[in-house]
């Protein structure tokens, strides 16, 4: 059983598209997550959601749309593709709340590649 | 955030130990020390996380000295599987039952048989 699976796998777009990328966990956990890894291989956050609120959204165009219709679901939306949204993402979750929480669980990202 | 520094890539033979150290000058009181093993084309791996001292998992170990300012990944016995980008992450809770993680370029360990 894959605990946290995306879909696609890999996306080929063309730049002004819209595409979405969808996430699902099956560990029962309160909190997800979207990290963007960019070809210098640097892994960002880009938002978080504990039991469907919004808690963490960093410095990213607000072409891309985070949704999630339950907990156990997080789906990101991309308005208006560019080049420079070509890069892997991947959506993690996270159980406990506190500071001792540090265990995320990734996905095996979804390759975004805009021509 | 505290920035992470540690080596870009290290080499090691089959079977020996490997430590892999990591500065982070800048920990804040409340900054947990995190590492994570991530394999070509798949997602980060969760290994082992620490406050202080010593703590002691049956993948690796992590060494963190008094002033927290520096932590040491010790994988024991190394086999070819291991070879993998290795992060050094510092984070904290954002007190709202949520976790943020900011990864560095990590360390290359290429196994070598």
């Known amino acids: 059983d894959t605990a946290v699976s995306q879909t696609p796998k890999y996306l080929v777009t063309q730049m002004g598209n819209d595409k979405s990328i969808k996430c699902e966990q099956n560990?029962?956990?309160?909190?997800m997550y979207w990290y963007k890894q960019d070809s210098k291989k640097f892994l960002k956050i880009m938002f978080s959601y504990n039991n469907k609120e919004l808690i963490i959204n960093e410095t990213v165009p607000n072409r891309f749309s985070p949704k999630s219709p339950d907990k156990a679901h997080l789906n990101l939306h991309i308005n208006s593709l560019e080049l420079g949204d070509s890069a892997v993402y991947f959506c993690?979750?996270?159980?406990?709340?506190?500071?001792?929480?540090?265990?995320?669980?990734f996905g095996e990202g979804s390759r975004l590649t805009v021509l | 955030l505290a920035k992470t520094t540690q080596p870009i890539s290290m080499d090691s033979y089959e079977g020996q130990e490997v430590n892999i150290t990591c500065s982070h000058n800048n920990i804040a009181t409340n900054d947990y020390i995190t590492w994570y093993q991530q394999f070509p084309s798949q997602g980060p791996r969760f290994i082992i996380q620490g406050y202080k001292t010593k703590v002691t998992n049956e993948v690796a170990s992590l060494f963190i000295p008094a002033d927290r300012k520096s932590s040491t990944l010790s994988l024991p016995r190394v086999s070819l599987s291991d070879t993998a980008v290795y992060y050094c992450?510092?984070?904290?809770?954002?007190?709202?039952?949520?976790?943020?993680?900011?990864f560095g370029k990590g360390t290359k360990l290429s196994v070598i048989p």
């Open positions: 992450l510092v984070g904290r809770s954002s007190g709202a039952g949520s976790y943020q993680l900011t």
């Open positions: 560990l029962g956990h309160d909190t």
């Open positions: 993690a979750s996270s159980r406990e709340r506190g500071v001792r929480t540090g265990e995320l669980f």
